[in-house]
């Protein structure tokens, strides 16, 4: 009986405590126009965020959030009913207020009880001063605040040079243009600044600052750098790629950030580029088992998804073919041989495609056989159509169909739609591919 007494006042006093604990962090909110309504308090993460709350406001529009234990820090979200919504910046300072009201929810928000969040807003606040002026054109507006800016940021840099709003004034600067004008550049000095910004952003860039994880600047930085500045060919691509990840290998959370974002980035494979990179980061780190925390169904979608690129990635050697000439005998793409090989699918009842044909027969005419070789792959059997056009317009392409279907031309190239047009080497490896004759044609070997 005395045991059962004193195990239930035990666990009574630990109730206790825990129902007593003060919080570690406070946020008050006050919003007036907003009354009875709600807030939702969101932390950033890649390109999105993560609801942490649904903060509750009174019918004076007044409410708080609190947690026991210390928030992340990092870039908070604000979000109100009408979607609007303010960035709000938390490192160690986790007590603090704001007011605001609906007549112009940032223009008069205020934070008082902590410098960070509350300098955070003023950068934001200069910044969107700076595009006012800008796209109003006011020339003596933008110089004046771009100067009140940089001594903005000379302040933070000087007195708050550890925190985290210096960290992010420091990324926020990586892109930053140079100031050579364009009129001034050569071929030869834009390369070596392109050079020189490159080695600059990735010397800078905060592989150890697991602050900035929580914020969509983050994201945004990365994704300039891989889908706008560096050149766009595969090879460049992975090569970046293995070297930010190698780089970050020395903090897991950061590794995780770059995987994640780099799976997020190229998974859509919006080109053929990004095709064979999404192909390389899946073999060479998540189906290898250098990123061992990936959820097994996430592996074998994944591995289901490599399967159905790797045949037609850029690089890829195609298979030899079984084709079927206008008279029906049979052919085989290794029949063919040229320095530049392109092959054009198409269908006669298409309207695109009888003018991509065209156009592409007064292209190849200057083209002897040896450069250049167009091989014309009607993608239906029914015959009837296909060499009525051929023998209306006269040309020099191998022109083939597939009647029994022995090759999934669709699914084996991925093509969506035609035109379509793959463009291989002499070595019969993918160079390029696309909808456009573009896509190929600057591709062609010399």
């Not at 919003?31 to 309504?37: D, E, F, H, K, L």
């Not at 065209?358 to 792959?377: G, T």
């Not at 022995?406 to 739609?417: Q, V």
Request: aromatic residues 14%.
């Amino acid at each position: 009986m005395k045991r059962c007494y004193f195990l239930g006042l035990f666990f009574l006093l630990q109730g206790y405590i825990a129902f007593s604990q003060k919080p570690v962090a406070r946020i008050d909110f006050e919003i007036r126009g907003m009354a009875n309504s709600y807030l939702l308090l969101g932390l950033e993460n890649l390109d999105r965020q993560i609801i942490l709350n649904t903060i509750r406001l009174n019918a004076q529009g007044e409410g708080f959030y609190e947690s026991k234990v210390r928030l992340q820090a990092g870039i908070y979200v604000v979000t109100f009913p009408n979607q609007k919504y303010f960035e709000l910046l938390i490192d160690n300072e986790q007590f603090f207020t704001i007011y605001t009201d609906t007549i112009d929810i940032f223009e008069n928000l205020v934070i008082t009880g902590a410098e960070q969040p509350a300098l955070f807003l003023k950068f934001q606040k200069l910044r969107r001063s700076l595009e006012k002026y800008r796209s109003a054109k006011d020339s003596t507006g933008v110089f004046q605040t771009q100067e009140k800016l940089k001594a903005f940021k000379d302040s933070v840099a000087s007195h708050l040079s550890s925190s985290l709003l210096a960290a992010y004034l420091r990324l926020y600067d990586l892109t930053r243009q140079l100031s050579t004008r364009p009129q001034e550049l050569t071929l030869e000095s834009f390369v070596r600044q392109q050079q020189e910004r490159e080695r600059n952003f990735i010397r800078n860039f905060p592989f150890d600052d697991n602050r900035l994880l929580h914020s969509r600047l983050l994201y945004e930085q990365l994704s300039y750098f891989f889908n706008v500045f560096i050149p766009q060919h595969p090879d460049t691509l992975i090569s970046r790629m293995d070297m930010f990840l190698a780089q970050a290998a020395r903090n897991e959370a950061m590794y995780k950030y770059l995987l994640a974002f780099f799976n997020q980035n190229f998974r859509h494979c919006r080109t053929p580029a990004y095709e064979k990179v999404y192909v390389y980061l899946a073999e060479n780190y998540y189906l290898n088992g250098k990123a061992p925390w990936a959820d097994p169904r996430f592996l074998n979608l994944l591995q289901k998804k490599v399967d159905e690129l790797k045949p037609s990635v850029m690089g890829v050697k195609v298979a030899n073919l079984p084709l079927v000439l206008p008279d029906d005998k049979p052919a085989m793409l290794y029949d063919y041989n040229a320095e530049n090989i392109i092959l054009f699918f198409w269908d006669p009842d298409c309207g695109t495609c009888r003018n991509n044909y065209l156009q592409l027969v007064e292209k190849a005419r200057p083209f002897k056989r040896k450069d250049l070789l167009i091989i014309a792959i009607y993608m239906h059997s029914n015959k009837q159509p296909w060499l009525e056009f051929l023998k209306k317009y006269n040309n020099n392409f191998i022109n083939v169909y597939d009647p029994l279907k022995k090759n999934d031309f669709a699914k084996l190239f991925r093509i969506d739609r035609v035109p379509f047009y793959v463009l291989l080497n002499s070595e019969k490896q993918i160079v390029a591919k696309g909808n456009m004759l573009d896509s190929v044609w600057g591709q062609l070997r010399k």
